[in-house]
C-alpha cells in the first residue's frame, strides 16, 4: 500500500553532517507516525527516532538525541533525518518506515511498523 525510498545517504567525515530523505507514495502520508531505524553489520536493526503523524511529538534513542533531529512535510509526503556530529558508530544502512499512530513504549519496535524502505548506507570514517 505504501512504498518508500530513502535517500541522502553517503560517505561522511567524523564530526560531519548528512541529512537523509524519506520519500513516500500510496496511501495517505499523513496517517502514518514515521520512524528511522538503522542496521549495522552483525546487529539487529534498532529504532533510531519517530515522529507523529502531525509532527508535533518526536522520540529518539538516546544515543542519537541532541545530534539527529527528525522532520516532516505532509505537503510534500517526505520525512526528514538531520544527522549532525556524526560518530563512526553511526554507521549503518537507515530505513525509513511507517507505522500506526499511538505507539507508546512500542514506538521502538519493528513490530509497530508495516511499511518499509529499502535502505540508504550512511558511513562515517574516523
Known amino acids: 500500500q505504501v512504498q518508500l525510498v530513502e535517500s541522502g545517504g553517503g560517505l561522511v567525515q567524523a564530526g560531519g553532517s548528512l541529512r537523509l530523505s524519506c520519500a513516500a507514495s500510496g496511501g495517505t502520508f499523513s496517517s502514518y507516525a514515521m520512524a528511522w531505524f538503522r542496521q549495522a553489520p552483525g546487529k539487529e536493526r534498532e529504532a533510531v527516532v519517530r515522529i507523529s503523524r502531525s509532527g508535533g511529538v518526536t522520540r529518539y534513542s538516546d544515543s542519537v538525541k541532541g545530534r539527529f533531529t527528525i522532520s516532516r512535510d505532509n505537503a510534500k509526503n517526505t520525512v526528514y533525518l538531520q544527522m549532525n556530529s556524526l560518530k563512526p558508530e553511526d554507521t549503518a544502512v537507515y530505513y525509513c518506515?511507517?507505522?500506526?499512530?499511538?505507539?507508546?513504549?512500542?514506538?521502538?519496535?519493528?513490530?509497530?511498523?508495516?511499511?518499509w524502505g529499502q535502505g540508504t548506507q550512511v558511513t562515517v570514517s574516523t
Open positions: 518506515a511507517a507505522g500506526a499512530e499511538g505507539a507508546g513504549d512500542k514506538w521502538n519496535s519493528r513490530s509497530m511498523y508495516h511499511y
